[in-house]
């Protein structure tokens, strides 16, 4: 039973870029939600997708957005990179139904320069 | 608003050692959840325990116990033993319910407190 999955597993990108990470539930999961770790920080939630549409988001620019696919896996992409853009950025999955752990994926370490 | 205020930054202990994490939150929220999760320096975050805010019983699970007291509005971690394996970054997180039928609500973590177990 394969966890969440995440590519790439780094990045790095020039400021003003523009960038996508991905992110593959873990098997079963219908809900995909993003977060970003900056270094010695906890993670702060970016947004939430459940059928293929954003259900709650978090304290973040438009800059971010995303994507679920019909298979449930998602995307998040990142305008106008900025160099405070360079976090970790991790995916976690759950059931939409009742309350239930989120699993987190191996993140993607994003910097940007 | 949601916060969780992890005190303790930096924890170190010599192995077999208790150690006990401290978590305070804040919610207006009557119905909520409250998490532990461990992050080893692969930086994926572990799954450690769910409590949710109607049942204040405390847990164990092998070394590892969790006390819940709402009058303090606190969840705090003991390891008890310590071992090399459990130095990681530990996080507590909350999740209050809100006016939709979703269960899964946006987890709001604390700081996170690093755990260094000295051999």
């Known amino acids: 039973d394969a966890g969440v999955t995440q590519s790439p597993t780094h990045l790095i990108k020039t400021r003003g870029q523009q960038v996508t990470l991905r992110c593959s539930p873990k098997?079963?999961?219908?809900?995909v939600s993003w977060y970003q770790q900056a270094l010695g920080q906890g993670p702060q939630f970016i947004f939430q997708y459940y059928e293929e549409e954003e259900r709650q988001r978090g304290n973040f620019p438009d800059r971010f957005s995303g994507h679920q696919f019909p298979n449930y896996s998602s995307e998040l992409n990142v305008n106008a990179l900025l160099l405070g853009d360079s976090a970790l950025y991790l995916c976690?999955?759950?059931?939409?139904?009742?309350?239930?752990?989120?699993?987190f994926g191996p993140g993607t370490r994003l910097t940007v320069t | 608003a949601q916060k969780v205020t992890q005190a303790q930054t930096e924890i170190s202990v010599v192995e077999k050692e208790d150690v006990t994490l401290d978590c305070v939150y804040e919610t207006r929220d009557t119905t909520y959840y409250l998490f532990w999760y461990k992050q080893p320096p692969s930086g994926e975050l572990v799954f450690l325990i769910r409590r949710n805010s109607f049942d204040e019983q405390n847990e164990i699970s092998g070394r590892y116990s969790w006390n819940f007291q709402k009058s303090t509005s606190s969840f705090n971690f003991t390891i008890t033993a310590s071992q090399v394996v459990d130095s990681a970054v530990y996080f507590c997180a909350l999740s209050a319910s809100s006016i939709s039928n979703f269960g899964n609500e946006k987890l709001t973590f604390g700081t996170g407190t690093r755990l260094t177990i000295i051999p």
């Open positions: 976690a999955s759950s059931l939409s139904r009742g309350i239930y752990e989120q699993y």
């Open positions: 098997s079963g999961h219908d809900t």
